[in-house]
Structures are given as structure tokens and as C-alpha cells.
């Protein structure tokens, strides 16, 4: 039996095991005169234990459904706001099969005992929000938000440590109602203690602006909002940890958090300063991370987005580089400043070193040579932002909101590398040394203000600002002269470095602003009037410079082309004008359960670039249509369906024509001439949540055709690549993707499956052939895993992707990843925790070397005596000592297959002490 076998035989064989051992009890809960109550609750209560046993909330046609363990007598409890409960007593023995059981409720003036009733239900719906008591679904192994998130129903963590709901990335994470780090979730789910946490509720269609509720359409604006246990209000709380290792070096870990909590505000402070390769703040989570920043005028159909022009810096692969060294420090502020004006903030600081050592093997496409690449490299990442916002209610009728944000990094990288290409059985060595430096800044301002002048006639004003400035720097010193043809460069003696320099700096200031009106009509649909604007301009300066001889010279212009005799330049000054005025008009009505907003909005581009000594000017109009339409088939299943056209722009970056270095071996040069390119975006997406049966499913399709895309124009000198945006070639790209999402609880189990398919038809052009490419990538994964109180705790699970590619040479590439986590609290006091995933690479050439299979358990033991504020513990990460990891990539150009060296075995020796 292979392991493939071995997985499928697990994952079915424990559940039935686990469902032997318990009945089902269904039925129906009424009214008294006959009608099915949704979202009534049953508890089932074990009258010898006096602990819940089993829970439910009826579905829209009044049932629900009860898993009951044999050998117990039960005390069912069901009832619904505004009627008088009923109590009934009900015993499961050993010959007891699966029975059905109906309730009839009754009219009883007193609410109190169903308040009380609903307090103990696990999970209890609200309208459009979900609470969940988090004891009913813990164990006592959690340690952080993140351990218990995973086991709510209906709810998921992602690979990158986000929340999902729905398919949905949770936006926004609040405190007791007080916004915790604006913008990203994954600081709340790996830093806020498991224990502090008593109920997690999940708003849906989450509109903080009273306002503007129902308004527009909010569905995929998702909040979580923590509510923390009694004790845990109105002073401090949290954990500090402090760890000490070996390896092949001393390894530390520091790790303070610390809560403040009043009706008044909040304090948040978190810190994380190791060398052991845990991560708590990414390059990727700078980018990503918004600050509560919302998105302009989603539905007006413009894509316009100021690019960030980094120099191709490597990442970590999970997390993992061969050595890997972080500083973290945040805070995070709420102020109540008076009962109409609130204040809040953050700031966080990071510092990341990282080695990198690879080794590449790449097959150049249809060029007839292959090259492999072995790099060493040092990086560094030093960031900051900071968050200050204002939110003003003088009155009901009016709300002001401010809020700025700065954020600023100095990014180092250098790297020694050695490449060997292969071509016509001639092999040409070449040392690259290469030095990347970028210090980027950027403040962000946005005003907000929203004005009810009657409950028929609401007004919202929206403006943003931002100012970002960028100058990544970059040099090359290498042994084979570049781009023989393009650059001249000065022969250096035997032995010496050719030498390059390249300066860049884009400042951009963007403003976008508009005003909506609101028009009630009634209470089923309103017209809203969006007038609005988008400006932008952008200066873009880049020279390339010789290092010769002792002296550092400006390169003005390339070698002629043996061809046509034309140069190219070598410097850049680009001032650069984007313009879009709009007039909208959306028009939102439920009719039934279908909600309809069809909406156009009519648009003004204009773009003007300098450079050069001339000017090019395009000055367009377009009406770009927009549908969406919601089908609420309850209150928690819906469908819905969504049409957009966009007209793309790009920025400054593919305007400006002198050649550019992105790397030793890639030269770029923009084209004055782009359009813009038209995106037709249809998607439907259905959600079910079912407390009935406890099951959870999320489902959705997406087709996208691009017309007129900006497409990259690549002409080859060896490996030395010059690439070119391009548009108006008649080419149309297609995207189809298909995703969705099935989880089911059965009492202690749960059961996870998920899948993935995208195709993509893309084209380009490669050495002046039209190169079409088409993608076909199939993610898939199923799991399943248990949560007993008392005995140890599985999860099982496997996922395989398959990724195949056709762009005149036809690979597919296998990945499968078996997985198992395993958490075990014994006697008094003690947990143990073992995580274990298996990587196979694979595809369908033969001739691959590379070694592709690999696994990494990690295990820890933790003790912390009953009552005692002391934690104490012992974790070995990277217990098989695997030294190096592999991934495969295919684009137009190449195939690579990359090797990166890891980290080594590290022994963790560490003590926690609780506040």
C-alpha cells in the first residue's frame, strides 16, 4: 500500500469508527400554530456529567439535528426569542437507533430564560453575525487566536495565517469593539493568547459607518470582533516568552504581549526578536498591509495602481532560507477621547536578515541552452509605518473620519552567483556579483465624511492622497561583458569586473476624490449619483553608469543596431499624467429574495507622457457597465453573481523608454504608446452555512477575458533578455478558474476538502513569434481532524497539485504533500504537539536530477502546572535535518528547477510567564 493508500483508508476509516459510537436524533421545532422556526436553538446537556454534549439551530424549515453518544441520559433545552421554552428529558442506550423528535413553542411574555439559554450555545446567529463561545469548540492545548480559529465552524485560517470566511479574507479584527492593527489579520491570529479569548463574532456584510448600512453591497466585507473573558477587562494582560537554543549556533527567542483593555481604550504591545527563522512581520505583509485603507470607487471600473518598483529581491520559501534573524516591535492604540470623538493608531518596526543559498537549473525555451545558477546572498529588511486615524460624531446625521499613514524601508541585498550556461556544447562561465538597494517611503491621507440630510437623502465624501517617493539602486559586477550588442562598455583587463551602476527615483503624487449621493426611494431600493476624479503624476528619473578604471561614467546612449543603425537610450526623465474624471450612476432594488444593482459609470481618461523632447497625449471616453446581483436564499445561503468591465492603465514604469537593468542578465524598455486595455471579470459564488447539519460549503467560478492586454515583447542575446510592454495586437487573454470549499463538524470530528482549478490561455511575444501559453494548475486537499477533551487530538490530511503548461514544450508538475498535526494534553499539566508534513515533487521528464522529496517534523513538549502563571517547554524544529528544499516554476521564457539550502535542526529551550 503506497501513501497515497494509506491516507485514503485513514480519512475514511475514523470517522465511521467515531459515528458507531453515537445516534441521530432529528426533528422539527414549531410554532403553535405551525409555522418552522429558523435559528431556534437545542442544547443537549449530559444530566449525569452536567457538561453539553450536543447543540444545533434549526434551518429555514424549522429542523435540526442532534448527535448523541449511547449510554447517557440527556436534558434537551430549545428555545426562541419571545417563546417559552421547552425542557425535556431523553435517554440514549445501547439499543437505541436514530429517533425523531418535534417541538411545538409557545407565546411566554418573560425573555430572561431564553437570553440565558441562548448565552450557552456554542455557536448562536444574529442577523448577519455569528458568535462563537470559544470553550465549546477548545480543548486547553491552544496557545494563540490562530489555534483557535481552526476549529470554529464555518471559519478558516489560510496558509498565510489569515482568516477566511466564506472565501472571504476577514478585513478588519477588533478588541472588545476596538480595532486591533488595522488591515491584516495574521498579527491577531499568531499574537492574542487563546485563553483571553471567550466569544469570536463574525459580522458579515460589515459597514463600519451606520449610515451607509445597506446602502451599497457589502457581502464581502467581513469583521471579526473578539469579546474576552471575565477578568481580562480594565487592565493588563498577556504573556512574555523567552527561549534559548542550539544548533549549528546559539539560537534565542524574546516574545512580550501585552493587552490593555478599558471601556475607555486599549493598549497593544508585541514583540518578537529570534534567530530561530520564525517570521512575525514579511516583506509581503508590508506590501499587503493596508492600515484599514479601503479600495477607490471598486465599482467605477478604472484600474489604475501605482506599481512598486523593487529589484526582483528574493523571498524565503515558508519561511525557511538557509539563516534567518528578525526583530519585531508594534503597538496599537484606541483612545474614547469623548462619547463623539474617537482616536486610534499604530506603529510597527521590523528588521529581517536573511541568507540565501540556491542553485537553479534553467531550460531557456526553444533557445537551444540551459543555465545553471548558483547564488549566495545576504538580505535585509528594515521597515516601519505608522497609523493615525480620527473618527468625529458630532451628531446621528454626520460622521468625519481622518486617518494618515507613513510607511518607509531600506531593503539591502547582495549576492555573489555563478552562472554556466550550456549552448552548442559550448559552456560560457560567468561570476555575477550584484548589489540591490531600495529606500522607499510613502504617506497616505484619507477624508472621509458622511452626511444624512434625511432619511431619503444621505451625501459621502471621499478623498485620498498619496506621496511616494522610490530610488532603488542597483550594481553588477560581472566577468562576462552584458549585452554585447546593446551596451558599451570599456574592455577591462584579463581578470578584472565589468562594472555597473543604475540610479532610479519615481516620485508619484495621486489624488483620487468623489462624492455619492444617496437617493431612498423606498425601503427596497435607492439610487446612488457618484461624481469623482483620479489624478495622478509621477516623475521618473534612471541612469545606467561605468565603473571604470577609477572613474564612474554616465552611459547615455546604446550601440547602434546592426540593422536599422538606431540607439536606444540609457537614461530616463519621465514626467508622466494620469486623468480620469467620472460620472456614475447605480440603481440597487430587492425584489424577493434577489437583490439587483446595475449600474454604468462614464469615464474621461487621459494620459500624457514627456520624455525626450516630446510629448505623447491619449484622451479617450468609455461607459463601462457593472452588474451585481445577490439571491438570498436565507439567512446564511445566498448566491451571487457579479459582472464587471475595467479599463486597465498602467503607470510611469512601461512608459518610460530608456533601457533599464531589472537584472544582470534582463534589460527593460518601456513604450510611450500604451492604451489601455479593456477586462471583462464575470464570477458567481455561492455560500451555504448550515448549522442543521453543521456543514459549510463556499463555491465559486470566475471567467476574466482581457482584451488588448498589456502584453511583453522579449528579444534574446544568449540568456541576456530585452523586454517591452506592448498593446493594440488583437491578442486576447482568458482566465477560468473554479474553486471551492466543503467543511462538515460531526460532534468531536471535522472534516475539511477543498479544491482548486485554473486555466489561463496567455500570450506573448518571444524573439518576434507569437508565443501562446496555456496553464492548467489543479490544487486539491482534504483533511480531517479530531477535538476531544481529553484524549489526544489527529489531524490528518493531504494535498496534491498539479501543474501543467504548454508553450510549445508540453510539462506537468506533481506535488503532493501528505500532512499530520498531533496535540496531546497528559497528566497534570503537560501537552505534547508534533507537526509533520511530507513534500514530493515530481513531473513527467525524466531527465530532472533534482533531488524532490523531502519531510520536516517539528515536536515540542510544554508543562505548565494547574494554576500556575508558568509555562515551560522544550521544541526541536527540523528534526530530520533536511538541508535543502526544491521548487519548480514555468513561465514563456524558461523552466527552473531550484534548490534552496535551509535551515539546520534547532532545540528550543523556553519559559512563558501569563500576566
Given amino acids: 500500500m503506497n501513501l497515497k493508500q494509506l491516507f485514503t483508508v ?104 431564553n437570553v440565558e439559554l441562548v448565552y450557552e450555545m456554542p455557536v448562536t446567529v444574529k ?60 498579527l491577531a491570529t499568531q499574537n492574542i493568547p487563546a485563553d483571553a479569548v471567550k466569544k469570536v463574532e463574525v459580522l458579515r456584510n460589515y459597514n463600519e459607518v451606520s449610515q451607509m448600512r445597506g446602502l451599497g453591497n457589502d457581502q464581502d466585507n467581513i469583521a471579526i470582533n473578539l469579546r474576552l473573558k471575565e477578568g481580562k477587562e480594565n487592565f493588563w494582560f498577556g504573556e512574555v516568552n523567552a527561549g534559548l537554543g542550539y544548533g549549528e549556533e546559539t539560537r534565542y527567542r524574546g516574545n512580550p504581549k501585552l493587552f490593555y483593555y478599558s471601556p475607555k481604550g486599549s493598549i497593544n504591545v508585541i514583540a518578537d526578536f529570534n534567530n530561530t527563522g520564525d517570521v512575525p512581520f514579511t516583506f509581503r505583509d508590508y506590501f499587503n498591509f493596508t492600515g484599514g485603507f479601503r479600495g477607490f470607487n471598486s465599482r467605477g471600473g478604472t484600474s489604475f495602481n501605482v506599481s512598486e518598483s523593487g529589484l526582483s529581491f528574493l523571498t524565503t520559501q515558508n519561511n525557511r532560507a538557509a539563516n534567518i534573524e528578525a526583530e519585531f516591535l508594534a503597538t496599537n492604540f484606541t483612545y474614547a477621547a469623548s462619547p463623539k470623538w474617537d482616536l486610534s493608531g499604530f506603529t510597527i518596526l521590523s528588521d529581517n536578515r536573511t541568507d540565501f543559498v540556491n542553485e537553479s537549473l534553467n531550460t531557456f525555451i526553444n533557445q537551444g541552452f540551459t543555465q545553471e545558477f548558483n547564488e549566495s546572498s545576504a538580505q535585509r529588511n528594515r521597515l516601519a509605518m505608522a497609523k493615525f486615524s480620527s473618527v468625529y460624531k458630532p451628531t446621528t446625521s454626520l460622521q468625519i473620519d481622518y486617518d494618515i499613514l507613513a510607511k518607509t524601508t531600506r531593503q539591502t541585498e547582495f549576492s555573489d552567483g555563478v552562472s554556466i550556461t550550456l549552448e552548442d556544447e559550448e559552456v560560457v562561465t560567468d561570476i555575477v556579483d550584484q548589489d540591490k538597494e531600495n529606500t522607499p517611503y510613502s504617506i497616505n491621507q484619507n477624508l472621509q465624511a458622511y452626511y444624512t440630510l434625511n432619511e431619503n437623502n444621505i451625501f459621502a465624501l471621499e478623498a485620498q492622497h498619496l506621496f511616494q517617493n522610490e530610488n532603488p539602486f542597483y550594481q553588477a559586477l560581472l566577468s562576462d561583458q552584458p549585452f554585447t550588442s546593446t551596451i558599451p562598455l570599456n574592455q577591462v583587463a584579463a581578470g578584472e569586473l565589468f562594472a555597473l551602476d543604475q540610479e532610479k527615483i519615481i516620485r508619484t503624487n495621486k489624488t483620487d476624490a468623489k462624492l455619492d449621493y444617496y437617493w431612498v426611494l423606498n425601503k427596497k431600493s435607492n439610487l446612488n449619483f457618484t461624481l469623482g476624479t483620479t489624478q495622478s503624476r509621477q516623475h521618473f528619473d534612471s541612469g545606467i553608469f561605468e565603473i571604470f578604471e577609477g572613474s564612474r561614467d554616465r552611459l547615455d546612449e546604446s550601440l547602434a543596431d546592426d540593422t536599422t543603425g538606431e540607439v536606444q537610450s540609457l537614461r530616463n526623465g519621465v514626467k508622466f499624467h494620469f486623468s480620469d474624471v467620472f460620472l456614475g450612476l447605480h440603481y440597487k432594488v430587492k425584489t424577493g429574495k434577489v437583490t439587483w444593482t446595475p449600474g454604468l459609470t462614464l469615464h474621461n481618461f487621459r494620459t500624457e507622457s514627456t520624455q525626450q523632447g516630446s510629448t505623447t497625449e491619449d484622451d479617450k471616453w468609455l461607459a463601462l457597465p457593472d452588474l451585481f446581483v445577490n439571491v438570498q436564499f436565507g439567512q446564511s445561503q445566498s448566491l451571487r453573481f457579479n459582472y464587471q468591465m475595467t479599463a486597465q492603465y498602467t503607470d510611469v514604469t512601461n512608459f518610460a523608454e530608456g533601457l533599464i537593468f531589472n537584472n544582470f542578465n534582463s534589460l527593460f524598455q518601456g513604450n510611450r504608446d500604451l492604451e489601455n486595455a479593456i477586462y471583462h471579470n464575470i464570477s458567481a459564488n455561492y455560500f451555504s452555512f448550515s448549522m442543521f447539519s453543521f456543514t459549510n460549503f463556499f463555491g465559486g467560478v470566475n471567467y476574466s477575458r482581457r482584451i488588448d492586454p498589456i502584453k511583453t515583447v522579449g528579444f534574446f542575446q544568449g540568456i541576456n533578455q530585452i523586454s517591452s510592454p506592448i498593446n493594440n495586437t488583437n491578442f486576447v487573454d482568458e482566465t477560468l478558474s473554479a474553486n471551492g470549499r466543503f467543511s462538515k463538524n460531526f460532534k468531536k470530528w471535522k472534516l475539511n476538502l477543498s479544491g482548486n482549478l485554473s486555466y489561463s490561455n496567455l500570450n506573448n511575444i518571444i524573439n518576434g513569434i507569437d508565443r501562446q501559453t496555456e496553464n492548467f494548475t489543479q490544487n486539491y486537499r482534504a483533511s480531517f481532524a479530531t477535538n476531544f477533551k481529553e484524549a489526544p487530538n489527529l489531524e490528518v490530511g493531504y494535498r496534491r497539485v498539479i501543474t501543467q503548461s504548454d508553450n510549445g514544450i508540453s510539462r506537468t508538475f506533481f506535488t503532493d504533500r501528505p500532512f499530520a498535526n498531533f496535540e496531546w494534553a497528559f497528566g497534570k499539566g503537560f501537552t505534547f504537539t508534533a507537526d509533520w508534513e511530507y513534500f514530493n515533487y515530481d ?51 524558461r523552466i527552473s528547477n531550484t534548490e534552496y539550502f535551509v535551515q539546520p535542526r534547532i532545540v528550543m529551550f523556553s519559559t512563558k510567564y501569563n500576566l
Fill in 10 to 113: 485513514v480519512l475514511c476509516a475514523l470517522p465511521l469508527t467515531i459515528i458507531a459510537q453515537t445516534i441521530e436524533l432529528t426533528g422539527t421545532v414549531k410554532d403553535s400554530i405551525g409555522n418552522p422556526l429558523e435559528l431556534a436553538n437545542i442544547i443537549a446537556t449530559d444530566v449525569a456529567a452536567g457538561a453539553l454534549e450536543g447543540y444545533g439551530i434549526t434551518d429555514q424549515e424549522g429542523r435540526f439535528k442532534l448527535d448523541l453518544t449511547r449510554n447517557k441520559t440527556y436534558e434537551l433545552k430549545v428555545s426562541f426569542l419571545g417563546l417559552k421554552s421547552a425542557v425535556q428529558e431523553y435517554t440514549v442506550t445501547d439499543e437505541s437507533t436514530d429517533d425523531v423528535k418535534d417541538f411545538v413553542l409557545v407565546q411566554d411574555p418573560n425573555l430572561l430564560d
Fill in 127 to 186: 442577523g448577519d453575525t455569528i458568535v462563537y463561545n470559544a470553550d465549546s469548540f477548545t480543548n486547553g492545548t491552544e496557545k494563540k487566536l490562530g489555534d483557535v480559529i481552526e476549529k470554529l465552524p464555518g471559519v478558516e485560517l489560510n496558509d498565510d495565517g489569515e482568516i477566511e470566511v466564506d472565501g472571504k479574507t476577514v478585513s478588519k479584527v477588533m478588541i472588545e469593539g476596538k480595532d486591533f492593527f488595522d488591515g491584516d489579520s495574521k
Fill in 843 to 893: 513531473d513527467d521528464d525524466d531527465t530532472t536530477d533534482i533531488d524532490n522529496t523531502y519531510q520536516f517534523l517539528e515536536a515540542a513538549l510544554f508543562y505548565q502546572k494547574p494554576d500556575s502563571k508558568w509555562e515551560f517547554s522544550v521544541k526541536a524544529t527540523n528534526l530530520f535535518d533536511v538541508d535543502v528544499i526544491s521548487q519548480n516554476n514555468v513561465n514563456d521564457i
